[in-house]
């Protein structure tokens, strides 16, 4: 763990932070080893008891969060101690995986949750689960309007076979707009707390991995399939390890197999996406409620501060314009065929901006690029710095994408663009409509001019 990241992301200010704490829970942890000079303070003393044998307990809602790990607050969003896990890593951090290479604890207890969950899946009959379409509502939790109703919601219809990891990245984050691969994030299994996330992720939140569950399963191996069973359960979506963006996500359609497509439609939403980086649901949810009784003038200061932020870069109105209530289905659709019409992210390389003390110096977080690869940079003269992602032109796994034309995740039956080489259609027909509307202004130059 990088621990100068660490300290770039906390608002230390030198007053209101605890001091580190010298209690562990108490007897000797069934499976786990320590080195010497740790004796577990800091951890949750779910690390001491013996994860062959563990059963995470539900929460108020009885929904189990971020395998079961922590406690949970009465609003069902877990507990933890952000300080006492920095502290606990700042100590022992040239330890463990340094000196006589133990894994720290934590580690330990995590893989063998870990395995125990693929074990289970691999085993696992989904009864054809995911050649089905459903019918998904994606809500924000903590944001309610005055009915007690979900203030920002989607609802969406597409194919339960595909891949968690392409639900966030071409799905999930254009629908409800979200910036494509500027944060970490996760899926939990509310049914038994297993935690899914992006493999290799680079951002700067992945910092805070421990407070989100420590690790989890690579979310481009299973599908949405694989969280749910039946129409009424429900799946969380956290959104930036950082500020903490809870969603959540329920089945409320499973359409017979004869009479699903595959095809991603969004039915319907309302609200308007919170800005990036404004400071997670907790606090959006104090920000709405000032601005629900503010002034009109108060209101506008509020607007700009959401349209300020990159998520809403390219809004191009004024303020007075922005409603904070409403939801621009057109818009949706915009971002959500841009989305199917490109390549998976590369989370190796995700979106950062940087302030270069010497513009013309190379970038030491870009590391080897795979073939395909390439870094893009976008110059914000204003901030005085620029955005950098490590984008692919090449065409993803078959087994990890979904047809640009429509979003159905035809696997190995999947076709390739025979110009670009880039873009996959589950259909010759679908690959001809969307030649036309969309990948013409894509395609490569050498293929045009044939």
Wanted: charged content about 30%; aromatic content about 12%.
């Amino acid at each position: 763990m990088d621990i100068t990241k660490l300290f770039s992301t906390l608002p230390l200010t030198g007053e209101g932070i605890p001091p580190r704490s010298t209690t562990r829970p108490a007897g000797k942890p069934k499976f786990v080893k320590f080195l010497p000079g740790d004796n577990g303070e800091g951890m949750p003393e779910t690390f001491f008891e013996d994860p062959r044998t563990f059963k995470p307990k539900p929460g108020p809602h009885g929904q189990i969060q971020t395998w079961g790990i922590f406690p949970y607050h009465e609003d069902n969003v877990w507990d933890f101690d952000g300080f006492q896990m920095m502290y606990r890593t700042m100590a022992h951090q040239f330890s463990y995986d340094n000196r006589g290479g133990k894994p720290w604890p934590e580690k330990q207890f995590m893989d063998v949750l870990k395995d125990r969950k693929r074990e289970q899946l691999s085993k696992l009959d989904l009864a054809g689960l995911d050649k089905k379409d459903i019918v998904i509502k994606i809500h924000l939790k903590l944001l309610q309007d005055a009915n007690g109703d979900p203030r920002i919601w989607r609802r969406v219809r597409l194919s339960a076979g595909m891949k968690i990891g392409v639900f966030q990245d071409k799905v999930l984050s254009p629908v409800l707009n979200w910036v494509r691969n500027l944060h970490c994030y996760t899926f939990t299994d509310l049914r038994d707390g297993a935690v899914f996330g992006p493999q290799d992720a680079s951002a700067t939140d992945v910092v805070h991995i421990n407070q989100v569950g420590y690790d989890y399963l690579p979310d481009d191996k299973y599908m949405l399939a694989h969280l749910f069973s039946k129409v009424g359960d429900t799946f969380a979506h956290l959104y930036d390890y950082g500020d903490k963006w809870h969603h959540e996500i329920e089945i409320e359609k499973i359409f017979p197999l004869e009479e699903s497509y595959g095809r991603v439609q969004i039915l319907d939403g309302k609200g308007m996406c919170p800005g990036e980086n404004m400071r997670g649901s907790y606090r959006y949810q104090d920000f709405l409620k000032a601005y629900d009784t503010d002034s009109y003038t108060e209101q506008i200061k509020k607007r700009r501060e959401i349209l300020d932020c990159p998520n809403y870069k390219g809004f191009g109105k004024p303020p007075s314009l922005f409603d904070i209530d409403a939801f621009d289905i057109n818009q949706a659709n915009e971002r959500l065929i841009a989305a199917l019409s490109s390549p998976n992210s590369v989370r190796a390389g995700m979106k950062a901006f940087t302030m270069p003390i010497n513009p013309t110096a190379d970038d030491s977080r870009m590391g080897k690029l795979k073939k395909g690869q390439s870094i893009q940079r976008e110059w914000d003269y204003e901030s005085h710095g620029y955005w950098q992602e490590t984008t692919s032109n090449t065409k993803d796994k078959r087994s990890q994408s979904a047809c640009a034309a429509c979003g159905k995740p035809g696997g190995q039956d999947l076709k390739t663009c025979s110009g670009c080489r880039a873009i996959l259609y589950c259909s010759a027909e679908h690959q001809k409509v969307h030649w036309k509307d969309v990948h013409k202004k894509q395609c490569s130059r050498k293929y045009l001019k044939k």
